[in-house]
């Protein structure tokens, strides 16, 4: 059997044994290499180009993608790409790796409740054990984005199993579909705790929405992880910043390191904007 039709079928990547049992010879793998039709990134494995180097190790384990893997293979938003692989199997699983470079690469998750399948494990699944991996804020910035492109509902919530009480408790009660960034998720997150009245994605006239109100009385909006630069872009934001403010509506506009590493300062000045405010009134 021609080996490029034989990784297909299973979805582009299998063992050498695997591949035998459905008909495929030494000697055509051989040649199928040779020809650089198909790759061999590890011992006794085979994929075709193209295949990613996650969704290979899943296969060489037998086991399957999950964690902050899982949730960046699903292009959920996350502050630094995974330095190691993250595979799940079953903790029955019994026997150990030798030490190597490429079991050096992966952390492998163990649980009772692990169910075979695709390489990958469904979104609500990876969202759940990234918990182990991800602090409360950066496991919601998963759900937020989650929610807004419907890979996930609001009452896939309740399925948590593997997110401590707590947390799952914090997650349920601030998810928010309508985050548009990982950085709006870690903002809206800093005012809520600080004790602010926050509202997400509210509309203005003459400027659309913005990305939060805070205390009906100040715009709060977030650059993205890549600002603003271009010029066109950049002209637009002070235009609407004026449109505000000649509603009355004052706006603190932040970059992605203050939303995310320097909380207290957000804080701190939509505070000081808000006592300004205050005092204007007396």
């Not at 150990?96 to 390489?119: D, I, L």
Request: hydrophobic share 40%; charged share 25%; glycine share 8%.
């Amino acid at each position: 059997m021609d080996p490029v039709a034989a990784l297909r079928g299973f979805g582009g990547v299998a063992h050498r044994a695997t591949l035998e049992q459905r008909g495929v010879a030494g000697s055509e793998l051989a040649r199928a290499l040779q020809d650089h039709r198909i790759e061999r990134p590890h011992r006794g494995l085979f994929v075709l180009p193209g295949t990613s180097a996650e969704q290979a190790l899943a296969c060489y384990f037998r086991a399957r993608l999950t964690c902050v893997s899982a949730a960046a293979a699903w292009s959920l938003p996350l502050l630094e790409a995974p330095e190691h692989v993250h595979l799940e199997v079953n903790s029955a699983r019994g026997g150990r790796y030798a030490r190597s470079a490429v079991r050096e690469a992966t952390v492998v998750h163990r649980f009772s409740n692990h169910e075979p399948g695709p390489w990958r494990v469904p979104v609500l699944r990876a969202i759940d054990v990234a918990s182990r991996c991800l602090d409360q804020v950066s496991q919601l910035a998963l759900v937020d984005a989650a929610l807004e492109r419907g890979q996930i509902q609001g009452g896939d919530l309740e399925r948590l199993s593997i997110t401590p009480a707590r947390t799952a408790a914090f997650i349920r009660a601030q998810a928010d579909p309508r985050a548009g960034s990982i950085a709006e998720t870690f903002t809206r997150t800093c005012l809520r705790d600080a004790g602010f009245a926050v509202q997400s994605q509210v509309t203005f006239p003459r400027v659309g929405r913005v990305d939060f109100l805070v205390e009906g009385r100040v715009v709060v909006e977030c650059d993205g992880r890549q600002y603003h630069s271009g010029e066109r872009q950049f002209q637009t934001d002070r235009d609407r910043d004026r449109a505000l403010l000649a509603q009355g509506v004052p706006v603190v506009r932040f970059t992605f390191a203050d939303a995310v590493y320097r909380p207290e300062k957000v804080v701190a000045e939509v505070r000081k904007v808000l006592a300004a405010l205050e005092g204007g009134r007396n």
